[in-house]
Nanobody
Framework: QVQLVESGGGLVQAGESLRLSCAAS????????MAWFRQAPGKQRELVAA???????NYADSVKGRFTISRDNAKNTVYLQMNSLKPEDTAVYYC?????????????????WGQGTQVTVSS
């Protein structure tokens, strides 16, 4: 059974940093694209960052230069380092993954999801 478990969320002030982690289990994800999505109240879920099996990355324009996605295939874990946080980054952050036959740059195809972790940034 595939499981994705996020951790690292919390309440911080604007300008501070957080590091989210997502531990995957149930299979080996080294060939899968891993990603972080977020959903703010009243808004649609959006793709924040994705990392391909080879390490290529893609980011939403709103987080470029502030967030960094990385992965440790030996630990089946993906990370999201979030720096210079802003109040508009407040959302529930979800870890997700999709098989390698989907284009890693596309926002579709994600078929496994974590339960989410709350990130709240106060001004």
């Amino acid at each position: 059974q595939v499981q994705l478990v996020e951790s690292g969320g919390g309440l911080v002030q604007a300008g501070e940093s957080l590091r989210l982690s997502c531990a995957a289990s149930g299979r080996t994800f080294s060939s899968y694209t891993m990603a972080w999505f977020r959903q703010a109240p009243g808004k649609q879920r959006e793709l924040v960052a994705a990392i391909a099996s080879g390490g290529s990355t893609n980011y939403a324009d709103s987080v470029k230069g502030r967030f960094t996605i990385s992965r440790d295939n030996a630990k089946n874990t993906v990370y999201l380092q979030m720096n210079s946080l802003k109040p508009e980054d407040t959302a529930v952050y979800y870890c997700s993954t999709k098989p390698p036959y989907f284009s890693w740059r596309a926002s579709d195809g994600y078929n496994y999801w974590g339960q989410g972790t709350q990130v709240t940034v106060s001004s």
